[in-house]
């Protein structure tokens, strides 16, 4: 079992948990992933690493409330635990000295899987900007934390209410204006907003890392759930992943298969709701 060691809400619905798992803390690396399973009948929930810490043996998750099995996890305080938590598993971050400046974008809860990648990159001796997108001001997580590990953090929301008004690709737009040498944009988030920052990049050639969550079930390549065309090939994020070329992502096709099990989510959270309100 894995203890929940601490819990916090960082923004509506959006949940920090730190998690005693030493082996997996021993041997996790940035970019990385985890799978967890909160019972015996529950959905193994596949997360992107946010921290870890090898001495203390603790492993930072961050997730945003969004079906059945995510109000299940979130149901659970600190000193309950986990069934499973496998990991680390995925390939980690390339983590090494570049000619020129690293970016990291994180959209929502995609800031906190950029934090440890930034954190390696700067130790590494390079320069590293953080984009941090929200819709609003209330659901931005961890700016403080980034402003800890980065040389400079640009903040955008959609409706202006903290930051600079606009997307994250008019802020990556806005450093080629300025004419900030670009070696690498790492970008993490939703799948649209993965998309539109990987074609803001193209046309400027600057290389550009995504991180694909897609639907997974076992983690390990087996049932090929994770399945995404990448270039001519087919990968699966599990175990070829969970970071691909940008540009060269299927993300159409990406975007279809996370869509397929949406009905599906939607009547098991409803079930789920009226079991926590206690009607029949």
Do not use: W
Request: net charge negative.
């Amino acid at each position: 079992m894995y203890e929940i060691l601490k819990k916090e809400e960082l923004s509506p619905h959006v949940y920090a948990m730190e998690i005693a798992a030493p082996r997996v803390a021993k041997k996790a690396e940035p970019g990385q992933f985890i799978i967890l399973r909160v019972n015996e009948e529950g959905e193994r929930i596949p997360l992107t690493i946010a921290d870890f810490n090898c001495e203390t043996g603790r492993i930072l998750i961050v997730f945003q409330v969004i079906g059945a099995s995510t109000m299940e996890l979130a149901a659970l305080e600190a000193g309950d635990s986990l069934l499973d938590f496998v990991g680390p598993l995925g390939h980690p971050s390339e983590i090494r000295k570049l000619d020129g400046t690293m970016v990291v974008v994180g959209g929502g809860i995609g800031v906190a899987p950029t934090y440890p990648i930034a954190r390696a990159m700067h130790e590494a001796g390079n320069k590293v900007i953080a984009i941090m997108g929200a819709k609003t001001k209330d659901i931005l997580i961890m700016e403080e934390e980034m402003k800890a590990v980065t040389d400079e953090v640009l903040v955008m929301t959609d409706d202006g209410s903290y930051g600079i008004k606009g997307f994250v690709t008019n802020a990556v737009e806005e450093l080629v204006r300025r004419g900030e040498k670009i070696a690498q944009v790492t970008a993490i988030g939703p799948v649209i907003m993965m998309r539109s920052v990987a074609e803001a990049t193209r046309p400027y050639g600057i290389p550009t890392v995504v991180s694909l969550n897609p639907i997974m079930v076992d983690g390990t390549g087996m049932c090929g759930g994770c399945r995404v065309t990448v270039g001519d090939e087919t990968k699966f994020a599990c175990v070829d992943g969970p970071e691909f070329d940008g540009h060269a992502v299927d993300f159409p096709g990406l975007m279809s298969r996370q869509r397929m099990y949406r009905d599906l989510e939607a009547v098991e959270k409803e079930h789920v709701c009226r079991i926590g309100l206690g009607r029949k």
